[in-house]
């Protein structure tokens, strides 16, 4: 099942992002054999721990959860590959501060319009990308990210909308758009989504 979806995926030239929040580093050595090289991870601990875990493989970490102010320093310790979840000018330049190494970054912009994900907010999300371009010189801004609506008829007006905002900004040098989950992946391939980011159905 999991090979077949790699396959897929890579035929297609949609990059996988495997989320292993919910296994341990044996787990992820597993996937890593079937050629997996980018993992995510959503609490900056669990981060560090599989980090030092498998500092000897070659994989590519990705930060994709909620970045609270005082673990600023200890995600930036692990030079992460890219930080999926930038969600404001404001903590851009909170974390600009304290870089002294040029990030891979993409701003999370909230299109499911819940309460409880966190993200830009769609209406400011451009003008918010431009300040982040503009001013934090050590955020390298290369896209987007998008948890899809939780609501079956929203989900695709979600994608659709992160997908345009993506286009819009290919000018300022955008390239990935980061959207698609275990349940809704598909979808948000068909509708641009170039990064998935896939938990449960590789790990169940
Ligand atoms: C957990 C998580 C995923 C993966 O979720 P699944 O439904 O298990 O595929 C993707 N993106 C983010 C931001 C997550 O927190």
Redesign the pocket.
């Known amino acids: 099942m999991r090979a077949k979806i790699i396959e897929s995926l890579r035929a297609r030239n949609i990059e996988l992002v495997a989320?292993s929040?919910?296994v341990d580093a044996s787990k992820i050595k597993e996937l890593k054999s079937l050629g997996v090289r980018n993992f995510?991870e959503?609490k900056v601990q669990a981060l560090a721990t599989k980090c030092q875990e498998l500092e000897k493989e070659a994989i590519n970490w990705h930060f994709?959860?909620n970045l609270q102010s005082n673990k600023i320093n200890a995600l930036l310790r692990l030079r992460p590959y890219l930080w999926q979840?930038c969600v404001s000018f404001e903590q851009a330049m909170m974390v600009d501060k304290r870089l002294d190494f040029e990030l891979d970054t993409l701003l999370e912009v909230n299109f499911a319009k819940e309460a409880s994900k966190q993200g830009c907010e769609p209406k400011i999300a451009r003008e918010e990308y431009l300040k982040i371009k503009a001013k934090c010189k050590n955020i390298r801004l290369v896209g987007v990210m998008s948890?899809g609506a939780r609501q079956e008829n929203e989900l695709k007006a979600s994608f659709k909308s992160c997908y345009d905002l993506y286009e819009s900004l290919k000018p300022e040098g955008a390239k990935i758009c980061s959207m698609g989950?275990?349940?809704d992946y598909e979808l948000a391939i068909a509708c641009g989504s170039n990064m998935v980011?896939?938990?449960?159905?590789l790990f169940e």
């Open positions: 989320v929040k919910y995510g959503n994709i959860g979840s948890i989950m275990s349940s980011r896939l938990g449960s159905v």
